[in-house]
């Protein structure tokens, strides 16, 4: 039973972080048509950022502006450099460049920061808390990861439902001749859509670093359970991506709990194989139907 | 709302005139000389270089046969697949556990080979049934998920997968009948090496042959007409699914002989081996060196081989160190890739017969 607890716990805050990534790439999915399968070594790239900042004796709050703030200056310029060449065109153009994105940066990050193993801080204390004589799995910074997903939705809902420039890049991302007819600069939007979603991407990468290693590889996992993530949801749907995340973290902090970790990513094959084939359009889709 | 229908990155290169009025009339027999013209040279080549080169082209042998495999499946069919480092995974461990850690399994090499592409093609259904129903960037996301999600395989079985160290492989012996046909024409022996090279070659040139058939006959021609406009090829009475079943079984089985020729050559299989940086590696070969084409396909996996030794002189030259002067020719295949798509995304092959069109028009 306290086995069963602590799994759950544990699943729920990988869940809340798989959430967050995928709600990045739903972000740039629905504006532009691109999965961006660079998104983790974007992250990966912030995050190592503000590992540097860390450890040149700056606090952990600094460190987290910095990279939130390089991942929106990243993601725009990524969008207007490579990106928007291949927008509209043949679908695998778009996914062969969002992959070169991903080995360049890789290899970056090793050239300039190294391949080894580093530890990253945690902001909040990394003991679990005990109830009564038990310690369970749940931890300060658990919260601080729930809390920071939650927050980061709250305002990208607020932003798309209650402002101006929310309207205009929906508008942007329903129908860009209309759009464009009405007034809207669509490029702009395509730009910003990136850049936001870049955001919550170095943000994901960041609280996965909490406490744990990185090195130039440790998110390719990540992109993987972020991507079957937003799939289960649907892959065009924000509240999908959040369901598929804690889903998908629930999942496999079982797998990994009671059959062995080295299946992790073989379940996450399988479910996203299962969603495919049995309800392509995910669970929370708007579309009626979806070619997948 | 429904997407629209994919294109393929490349398109087929037009029907050329005969030009050439000595190449033999059937395809077959052009594709054989072909071959037989390439053998001469590859043993010329393998001959004259150093023991190193020799290595070198061995590896190269292995990355083209995966190459030339998943370029069929990418450029004619228009399924990109990220997942060929898993399934050479496969080929690679269904070898090492048929030949034995000693070499001491009873089976001859070329059967092991045979039943390691069979093995892999079988995988290869398995995934290309799921994938024919896929497209475009679910396609990818889940064959990126087979990439990850097989090492992890062995490392779960490793009472007979042998977990983080790998499966160690026996190296064939030099069978007598090529050592005495090699020191009859050369005079010399032949060391283990030199004959892995000869081995990769060989099959490499067999699958070409099998290949360029395949892709010059109906097989072919109905995974363009597929990858091209989906509807019209369906409302010609093309099976959708079938055909692309197919194409990734023939992929796949590229893929696993490509796997059992890495396992005798490296002589070991380790998950390491078969990270996701070896199936974008093979992504990136077939789309430089144009995809579609089994020339790009060679020519891009040479560029696998011989450009990381260069880029990483490069580096150490202008005071990288070691680790870090590694990492140079992954962030160049990098850059190509982004570079190509975006200036030349029919590769080197589309390039080079983009000039020499132009070259025959002012004539």
């Given at each position: 039973m306290q086995q069963f607890l602590n799994v759950t716990l544990t699943g729920l805050g990988q869940g809340a972080v798989y959430a967050a990534f995928a709600l990045a790439l739903v972000l740039i999915w629905r504006s532009t048509?691109?999965?961006?399968?660079?998104q983790g070594a974007m992250g990966m790239f912030t995050t190592y950022l503000a590992l540097t900042l860390i450890e040149a004796g700056q606090s952990y709050w600094v460190g987290l502006v910095v990279a939130l703030v390089a991942g929106l200056v990243l993601g725009a310029v990524i969008e207007r450099l490579v990106i928007r060449p291949v927008e509209?065109?043949?679908e695998l153009n778009a996914v062969i460049v969002t992959l070169g994105l991903f080995v360049a940066l890789q290899a970056l990050a090793a050239i300039l920061f190294g391949s080894t193993f580093r530890s990253f801080p945690a902001p909040f204390d990394l003991r679990g808390f005990t109830v009564g004589d038990v310690n369970i799995a749940f931890t300060a910074n658990s919260i601080y990861v729930i809390a920071a997903v939650v927050v980061v939705m709250l305002a990208l809902v607020a932003l798309f439902r209650f402002t101006d420039l929310g309207l205009q890049m929906r508008a942007a991302a329903f129908s860009q001749e209309v759009s464009r007819l009405l007034g809207v600069r669509v490029g702009r939007m395509l730009t910003l859509g990136w850049a936001l979603a870049a955001v919550v991407g170095s943000l994901s990468g960041l609280l996965i670093a909490g406490g744990s290693l990185v090195f130039p590889a440790y998110m390719d996992a990540v992109i993987v359970y972020g991507f079957v993530a937003a799939v289960l949801g649907g892959l065009d749907s924000p509240g999908g991506a959040v369901v598929g995340g804690l889903t998908i973290g629930l999942l496999l902090s079982y797998v990994s709990g009671y059959?062995?970790?080295?299946?992790v990513a073989l379940a996450a094959l399988a479910t996203l194989v299962a969603v495919l084939l049995?309800?392509?359009?995910?669970?929370?889709?708007?579309?009626?139907a979806r070619r997948v | 709302m429904v997407q629209q229908t994919d294109r393929p990155a490349a398109r087929p290169a037009p029907v050329r005139r005969?030009?050439?009025?000595?190449?033999?009339?059937?395809t077959l027999a052009r594709h054989g000389l072909a071959v037989l013209l390439a053998l001469v040279a590859v043993v010329l080549v393998l001959e004259l270089t150093s023991p190193f080169r020799n290595s070198q082209l061995a590896t190269m042998s292995y990355y083209a046969i995966a190459a030339a495999g998943l370029t069929v499946l990418t450029?004619?069919?228009g399924q990109i697949s990220l997942g060929h480092g898993a399934l050479m995974a496969v080929g690679a461990y269904t070898t090492g556990l048929l030949l034995g850690p000693e070499g001491?399994?009873?089976?001859p090499l070329p059967l092991i080979m045979l039943i390691a592409a069979g093995v892999t093609a079988l995988v290869g259904a398995v995934v290309g049934a799921a994938a024919a129903r896929l497209h475009g960037p679910y396609l990818a996301g889940a064959t990126l998920a087979l990439a990850v999600a097989v090492p992890g395989l062995a490392i779960y079985f490793?009472?007979?997968?042998?977990?983080?160290?790998g499966l160690r492989i026996a190296s064939p012996d030099v069978p007598g009948w090529f050592d005495a046909t090699i020191y009859f024409l050369f005079a010399h022996e032949t060391p283990s090496a030199k004959y892995l090279a000869y081995l990769g070659w060989g099959t490499l040139l067999l699958v070409l042959l099998l290949l360029a058939n395949l892709m010059a006959g109906r097989a072919g021609r109905v995974w363009r007409a597929v990858r091209d406009d989906e509807v019209a090829a369906e409302l010609a009475g093309i099976r959708l699914g079938q055909v692309r079943v197919l194409a990734f079984v023939v992929s796949a089985a590229c893929a696993g002989l490509a796997g059992a020729v890495l396992g005798v050559v490296v002589r070991l299989a380790a998950p390491s081996g078969f990270t996701i940086v070896l199936s974008l590696g093979l992504l990136t070969a077939v789309v430089v060196g144009g995809l579609g084409s089994l020339v790009g396909a060679l020519l891009g996996s040479a560029l696998l081989v011989f450009l990381p030794p260069a880029v990483t002189n490069l580096g150490t030259a202008a005071g990288l160190d070691g680790t870090q002067a590694a990492q140079l020719a992954p962030f160049v295949y990098g850059v190509v890739l982004i570079l190509v798509m975006l200036l030349?995304?029919?590769?080197a092959v589309g390039v080079l017969k983009k000039v020499w069109g132009r070259r025959r028009r002012k004539r």
């Amino acid at each position: 039973m306290q086995q069963f607890l602590n799994v759950t716990l544990t699943g729920l805050g990988q869940g809340a972080v798989y959430a967050a990534f995928a709600l990045a790439l739903v972000l740039i999915w629905r504006s532009t048509r691109i999965v961006n399968f660079a998104q983790g070594a974007m992250g990966m790239f912030t995050t190592y950022l503000a590992l540097t900042l860390i450890e040149a004796g700056q606090s952990y709050w600094v460190g987290l502006v910095v990279a939130l703030v390089a991942g929106l200056v990243l993601g725009a310029v990524i969008e207007r450099l490579v990106i928007r060449p291949v927008e509209g065109g043949p679908e695998l153009n778009a996914v062969i460049v969002t992959l070169g994105l991903f080995v360049a940066l890789q290899a970056l990050a090793a050239i300039l920061f190294g391949s080894t193993f580093r530890s990253f801080p945690a902001p909040f204390d990394l003991r679990g808390f005990t109830v009564g004589d038990v310690n369970i799995a749940f931890t300060a910074n658990s919260i601080y990861v729930i809390a920071a997903v939650v927050v980061v939705m709250l305002a990208l809902v607020a932003l798309f439902r209650f402002t101006d420039l929310g309207l205009q890049m929906r508008a942007a991302a329903f129908s860009q001749e209309v759009s464009r007819l009405l007034g809207v600069r669509v490029g702009r939007m395509l730009t910003l859509g990136w850049a936001l979603a870049a955001v919550v991407g170095s943000l994901s990468g960041l609280l996965i670093a909490g406490g744990s290693l990185v090195f130039p590889a440790y998110m390719d996992a990540v992109i993987v359970y972020g991507f079957v993530a937003a799939v289960l949801g649907g892959l065009d749907s924000p509240g999908g991506a959040v369901v598929g995340g804690l889903t998908i973290g629930l999942l496999l902090s079982y797998v990994s709990g009671y059959l062995g970790s080295e299946l992790v990513a073989l379940a996450a094959l399988a479910t996203l194989v299962a969603v495919l084939l049995v309800r392509p359009q995910g669970l929370f889709a708007s579309t009626a139907a979806r070619r997948v | 709302m429904v997407q629209q229908t994919d294109r393929p990155a490349a398109r087929p290169a037009p029907v050329r005139r005969r030009r050439f009025a000595w190449r033999p009339r059937s395809t077959l027999a052009r594709h054989g000389l072909a071959v037989l013209l390439a053998l001469v040279a590859v043993v010329l080549v393998l001959e004259l270089t150093s023991p190193f080169r020799n290595s070198q082209l061995a590896t190269m042998s292995y990355y083209a046969i995966a190459a030339a495999g998943l370029t069929v499946l990418t450029g004619l069919n228009g399924q990109i697949s990220l997942g060929h480092g898993a399934l050479m995974a496969v080929g690679a461990y269904t070898t090492g556990l048929l030949l034995g850690p000693e070499g001491d399994g009873t089976l001859p090499l070329p059967l092991i080979m045979l039943i390691a592409a069979g093995v892999t093609a079988l995988v290869g259904a398995v995934v290309g049934a799921a994938a024919a129903r896929l497209h475009g960037p679910y396609l990818a996301g889940a064959t990126l998920a087979l990439a990850v999600a097989v090492p992890g395989l062995a490392i779960y079985f490793d009472h007979t997968l042998g977990g983080e160290q790998g499966l160690r492989i026996a190296s064939p012996d030099v069978p007598g009948w090529f050592d005495a046909t090699i020191y009859f024409l050369f005079a010399h022996e032949t060391p283990s090496a030199k004959y892995l090279a000869y081995l990769g070659w060989g099959t490499l040139l067999l699958v070409l042959l099998l290949l360029a058939n395949l892709m010059a006959g109906r097989a072919g021609r109905v995974w363009r007409a597929v990858r091209d406009d989906e509807v019209a090829a369906e409302l010609a009475g093309i099976r959708l699914g079938q055909v692309r079943v197919l194409a990734f079984v023939v992929s796949a089985a590229c893929a696993g002989l490509a796997g059992a020729v890495l396992g005798v050559v490296v002589r070991l299989a380790a998950p390491s081996g078969f990270t996701i940086v070896l199936s974008l590696g093979l992504l990136t070969a077939v789309v430089v060196g144009g995809l579609g084409s089994l020339v790009g396909a060679l020519l891009g996996s040479a560029l696998l081989v011989f450009l990381p030794p260069a880029v990483t002189n490069l580096g150490t030259a202008a005071g990288l160190d070691g680790t870090q002067a590694a990492q140079l020719a992954p962030f160049v295949y990098g850059v190509v890739l982004i570079l190509v798509m975006l200036l030349a995304p029919s590769g080197a092959v589309g390039v080079l017969k983009k000039v020499w069109g132009r070259r025959r028009r002012k004539r």
